[in-house]
């Protein structure tokens, strides 16, 4: 039996989402070790089909930046609806990174 | 030849810095300058051509900054004045200015930018085929270009160098790229643009490069032939290489390329070094010029006007069963609307919102279940008039408030309103409507600029 499944948002040190312009989406996860990057980098956990999945999007607008020397795993995807059309509900796109907290890191 | 040193006041006119700070910052700088606007805010200022920041708030900042600029003898420039960037929000901007420079009783040339486009000059570009959609572009059609409320092109650097060339020391202008506030003044003195348009990119959010911002606060960078330092002018700030690094991929959905008017710059390659104990030092990317000369286009058109309602709901039984007695009273004002008012359903956008719930996510909450004691509700309705809208709020929030729980019986006020009225007209609401590039064939063709001595 495997032991206790480690999650991204106990990996990261931060994770958070914001808006890149009114039409994108831009997530930043922030680690503060080498070990805790190399780790999630290569479980493959955070690919286009895990995001797509959390985040209803096709998989293939979504754009995954490995940053190794700053230690962040950076996406991005086409936001859902515009930032400020009356569906918005969050203008700045800054609480919707909380789906990847649960992420399990194999 | 000696570094050439930039001066951001802040990251955003209006949101302040520390008076001695812009005096450190200033000594031995060849120019200040501050990003005045941004989309972030949404489209409601770029439509309906209001300011985000306070008159009295960006009066503050731009009094500090044009001071220095005239005794230092340098030049003072901002960018996208007035949050939105039209023509509106610069005259607002430049009234204060105005305003200021006769009350302290300065001397000056000043420039002004209008970025503001016709939608006429954007249908030609349409019909002539000069317009290229960027990722998640809105549908465009002619009509739609036509109908929007205001347009704007994003400047580079070359309306900013001509306005200093002719002569002026202040330069307000509307719309413009951040970076181009910044990158202006290094390129016209012979600094490579791989290092002029990345040390702008940093420069422009002001302190937000370094570790800890505790406060709003100036930026400075020290650009040379080959790398530039960012040097936070106030003592209890402090960047490191990984601030700086991170820094660059904020707010962008590529954290590596950078498109510019004027070219793409690429950091891929970029190298970040400490420099002293505060500083950072960069051996900068690539930049590579642009075929074709772009400006990018951003406009609002008017969607709608609307009227919300905020409600709490405490009693355990509703907020146990909230979605029923949502869906159960939204069947039943709807009808009402239809009956007393006239408007069918689709005339009209009508949407809960379920705060304890799943209110900042909607449906992509991966936990959607109400685990607190109370829920907060926002109805927010949206209609092709304000009337029309407050009307149907009126029928909405008095039905619900009244609607029959199954297990109770007799007359109950389900809702908890803070405010008399229940129901808040907040006015127009805009959309985004373009996502687009216009080709140009002249950096200044889309630039309105004017001088006048103060």
Not at chain 2, 62 to 70: G, H, V
Not at chain 2, 366 to 395: F, H, T
């Given at each position: 039996m495997s032991g206790p499944s480690l999650t991204l948002g106990a990996l990261a040190h931060e994770v958070?989402?914001?808006?890149?312009?009114?039409?994108?989406?831009t997530f930043d996860v922030v680690f503060t070790t080498e070990d805790d990057y190399v780790k999630v980098v290569e479980s493959g956990a955070l690919s286009a089909a895990s995001i797509a999945q959390r985040y209803a999007v096709d998989p293939a607008l979504i754009r995954i930046f490995e940053m190794p020397s700053i230690r962040v795993i950076k996406f991005s995807?086409?936001?859902?609806?515009?930032?400020?059309?009356?569906?918005?509900?969050?203008?700045?796109?800054?609480?919707?990174?909380?789906?990847?907290?649960?992420?399990?890191?194999? | 030849m000696e570094p050439l040193k930039a001066v951001a006041a802040t990251g955003q006119l209006g949101t302040g810095f520390k008076r001695e700070t812009l005096e450190t910052a200033a000594a031995g700088a060849r120019m200040i300058g501050c990003d005045a606007g941004s989309t972030d805010p949404g489209p409601y200022y770029l439509g309906a051509g209001k300011t985000q920041a306070a008159d009295a708030a960006v009066g503050r900042d731009?009094?500090?900054?044009?001071?220095?600029?005239?005794e230092k003898n340098i030049p003072a420039m901002i960018g996208s004045a007035g949050t939105g960037g039209g023509t509106v929000h610069l005259n607002r901007t430049v009234d204060i200015v105005r305003s200021i420079a006769a009350r302290r009783n300065w001397k000056f040339e000043l420039a002004t930018i209008d970025s503001e486009v016709a939608p006429e000059t954007v249908a030609a570009a349409y019909r002539a085929q000069r317009l290229r959609p960027l990722a998640g572009a809105p549908e465009l059609s002619e009509d739609r270009i036509l109908g929007a409320s205001r347009l704007v092109a994003m400047q580079g650097v070359e309306p900013f160098q001509h306005a200093l060339k002719q002569g002026a020391q202040v330069v307000i202008a509307g719309r413009s790229s951040d970076v181009s506030i910044y990158a202006a003044v290094p390129l016209m003195e012979g600094i490579p643009p791989e290092i002029a348009y990345h040390a702008g990119k940093i420069l422009e959010c002001g302190a937000a490069a370094v570790e800890e911002r505790s406060h709003p606060d100036c930026m400075t960078a020290y650009l040379s032939a080959n790398e530039f330092v960012m040097d936070p002018p106030n003592p209890n700030m402090r960047c490191t290489p990984q601030s700086v690094a991170a820094h660059g991929m904020y707010e962008n959905a590529d954290p590596f390329y950078h498109v510019e008017?004027?070219?793409?710059?690429?950091?891929?390659?970029?190298?970040?070094?400490?420099?002293?104990?505060?500083?950072?030092?960069?051996?900068?990317?690539?930049?590579?010029?642009?075929?074709?000369?772009?400006?990018?286009?951003?406009?609002?058109e008017l969607a709608g006007y609307r009227t919300a309602v905020v409600a709490g709901v405490r009693d355990p039984l509703v907020v146990r069963q909230i979605d029923d007695f949502l869906a159960s009273t939204t069947k039943v004002?709807?009808?009402?609307?239809?009956?007393?008012?006239?408007?069918e359903a689709e005339q009209y956008s009508f949407?809960?919102?379920?705060?304890?719930q799943n209110g900042?996510?909607?449906?992509?909450?991966?936990?959607?279940?109400?685990?607190?004691?109370?829920?907060?509700?926002?109805?927010?309705?949206?209609?092709?008039?304000?009337?029309?809208?407050?009307?149907?709020?009126?029928?909405?929030?008095?039905?619900?408030?009244?609607?029959?729980?199954?297990?109770?019986?007799?007359?109950?006020?389900?809702?908890?309103?803070?405010?008399s009225p229940p129901s808040l007209d907040a006015g127009p609401v805009y959309r985004f409507c373009i996502n687009h590039v216009i080709e140009v064939d002249d950096a200044l063709e889309l630039a309105k600029i004017e001088f006048e001595t103060l």
């Open positions: 958070r989402s914001k808006n890149a312009g009114p039409f994108w989406i995807f086409p936001r859902p609806c515009v930032a400020g059309s009356f569906e918005d509900r969050d203008l700045h796109a800054g609480q919707q990174h909380v789906p990847l907290l649960s992420l399990p890191i194999q | 731009l009094e500090l900054i044009i001071e220095k600029a005239l008017p004027g070219g793409t710059l690429d950091i891929t390659s970029a190298e970040y070094t400490p420099a002293g104990d505060r500083s950072v030092r960069v051996r900068p990317g690539v930049f590579t010029p642009a075929d074709q000369l772009t400006l990018r286009l951003e406009g609002a004002i709807k009808g009402k609307v239809r009956e007393s008012l006239g408007f949407n809960w919102r379920v705060y304890g900042s996510m909607g449906g992509l909450e991966p936990d959607p279940r109400v685990l607190g004691q109370e829920v907060g509700l926002v109805l927010d309705i949206v209609a092709p008039e304000q009337a029309a809208a407050a009307a149907i709020a009126s029928v909405a929030w008095h039905t619900a408030l009244h609607h029959p729980v199954p297990q109770y019986s007799g007359l109950v006020s389900n809702l908890a309103f803070p405010f």
